[in-house]
C-alpha cells in the first residue's frame, strides 16, 4: 500500500508517444503512477504501427497525444493524463518539465535528445533514458542530482548530422522499442519507490539478434559542458544549430535544390523535358513501392557507380522522405555534375500527393 501510494504522487513526463513511449506510458498508467504528461507533436501514420502500440489502426491521422491519452485512459482512467500537443523545444521545456518529478527520453532525434538532457540537469530531474536502432537498444538514467554522469558525459558531440538514419528511415525491430521502454519504465518505477539500484552511472545495451546484455561503467565528466564543475551551459541553447540542422521550417520558402512531386510528375510524364529521375532507396524498399520511369541507384552503391551517370545530364533524385536524395545530391555534386534536384518528400510525398496507390511504409 505504501508504495502504491508513492507510485500515486509520482508525475513522470513522457517525451515523445511513439515506439519507446507506448510501452513506458501502457506500464506505467497499469502500475497506477498518479499523473503522466505527454509532449508530443505528430499525427499517427500507418507505418508507425508496427511498434507504437499506444495507436491503432482506426487512429491514424489523428494526433500521437491525443491517441495516447484515450489508450491510457482505457487501461486506468484514474492516471490523470495531461497532453501537450506540440514540439518540446528552448523556449517551452522548462515550463513542460519543471512540473513533473521524473522525465523520460523517447526522442528520436538527437537535437532533441540533448535538449531534453540539458533541461533536466538545469532542473535538477532525473532523465530515464533509452534509445533504439534497428537491433539495438540502450538504456540508462542521467541524474547528475543523483550522483551520476548526464547524456553529455557519455556523448559529448552529436553526431554529424545525416550520418545516423532515424529509425523511419534505418529501419527497427519493431519489438525492440517494447524490452527498451519496458526497461525505462522499470526504472521509473524504481525511482519513484526509492528501490533497487538504478541504472544510474550504468549504461545497458541490448542486442535482439545476438540476444545479449552489456552493460558499461559510466562515470562523470567533470569537464562536462553542462553537468560538470565549470559548466558553460548554464541555460538552453539552439539545438537545432548544435546538431547542425539546418532544416528550415515547413512554411518557409522553397530551399533552391528541392522540386516537389509535382515537379517530378511533370518531368516523368514530358519525355521532352529531358529530365531523369534517380530513387537512392534501397532495393527491398524498391521492391516495396517505387515510381514507374524511376531508375534505382542506392545511395549506398553511388561512390561505386556515379560514373555510369552523366554530369551533364539533369537529375531529379528522390529517396523515402527526402533525406538521403539531399545527401546524394551533395555527393554528386562535388563530383562536377550540375544539374541536380532533389525531390522534396520523396515518394512518400508522392504517395500522399500524386498516386495514392503507391504503398506508404
Ligand atoms: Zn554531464
Known amino acids: 500500500m505504501a508504495g502504491q501510494k508513492k507510485l500515486r504522487s509520482t508525475s ?18 497499469a502500475a497506477g ?8 507533436f505528430d499525427t499517427v ?24 491519452k484515450e489508450t491510457i485512459n482505457a487501461l486506468n482512467p484514474h492516471v490523470e493524463v495531461i497532453i501537450h500537443n506540440t514540439r518540446i523545444s528552448s523556449e517551452n521545456a522548462f515550463d513542460l518539465i519543471r512540473p513533473y518529478d521524473i522525465v523520460v527520453d523517447g526522442t528520436d532525434n538527437f537535437s532533441t535528445r540533448y535538449l531534453t538532457n540539458d533541461a533536466c540537469v538545469l532542473l535538477k530531474k532525473p532523465n530515464v533514458y533509452g534509445s533504439i536502432f534497428r537491433f539495438e537498444g540502450q538504456a540508462s538514467v542521467f541524474a547528475p542530482e543523483l550522483g551520476g554522469p548526464c547524456y553529455r558525459c ?38 519513484a519507490l526509492g528501490k533497487g539500484d538504478s541504472l544510474v552511472g550504468r549504461l545497458l545495451l541490448f542486442n535482439a539478434l545476438e540476444m545479449k546484455f552489456r552493460e558499461l561503467k559510466l562515470r562523470r565528466d567533470p ?14 541553447i539552439d539545438y537545432e544549430m548544435f546538431c547542425g540542422i539546418t532544416a528550415e521550417p515547413e512554411t518557409s520558402a522553397m530551399n533552391p535544390d528541392e522540386v ?3 515537379d517530378m510528375k511533370r518531368a516523368l510524364d514530358d519525355p521532352k523535358s529531358g529530365i531523369k529521375v534517380i530513387d537512392v532507396r534501397e532495393p527491398d524498399e524498391y521492391e516495396i513501392a517505387h515510381v514507374e520511369g524511376a531508375q534505382l541507384l542506392p545511395l549506398g552503391q553511388l561512390q561505386a557507380r556515379f560514373t555510369e551517370l552523366d554530369p551533364n545530364q539533369q537529375y531529379y533524385l528522390h529517396c523515402h522522405h527526402g533525406g538521403r536524395s539531399m545527401r546524394a545530391l551533395q555527393f554528386l555534386r562535388q563530383q562536377g555534375f550540375k544539374y541536380l534536384k532533389n525531390v522534396k518528400g520523396g515518394i512518400s510525398a508522392w504517395s500522399d500527393e500524386i498516386d495514392h496507390s503507391v504503398p506508404k511504409y
Open 12 to 29: 513522470v513526463l513522457c517525451i515523445g508517444a511513439g515506439g519507446l513511449g507506448s510501452p513506458i506510458a501502457m506500464y506505467l498508467a
Open 33 to 40: 503512477i498518479g499523473k503522466i504528461g505527454i509532449v508530443d
Open 45 to 68: 501514420d500507418y507505418s508507425n504501427l508496427q511498434r507504437q502500440i499506444l495507436h491503432t489502426d482506426a487512429d491514424v491521422g489523428r494526433p500521437k497525444a491525443e491517441s495516447a
Open 154 to 191: 557519455l556523448y559529448p558531440e552529436p553526431p554529424p548530422p545525416g550520418m545516423v538514419p532515424s529509425c523511419a528511415e534505418g529501419g527497427v525491430l519493431g519489438v525492440l522499442p517494447g524490452i527498451i521502454g519496458c526497461i525505462q519504465a522499470t526504472e521509473i518505477i524504481k525511482l
Open 223 to 236: 569537464q562536462c559542458p553542462v553537468c560538470g564543475e565549470h559548466p558553460t551551459i548554464t541555460e538552453l
Open 260 to 262: 516537389t512531386v509535382q
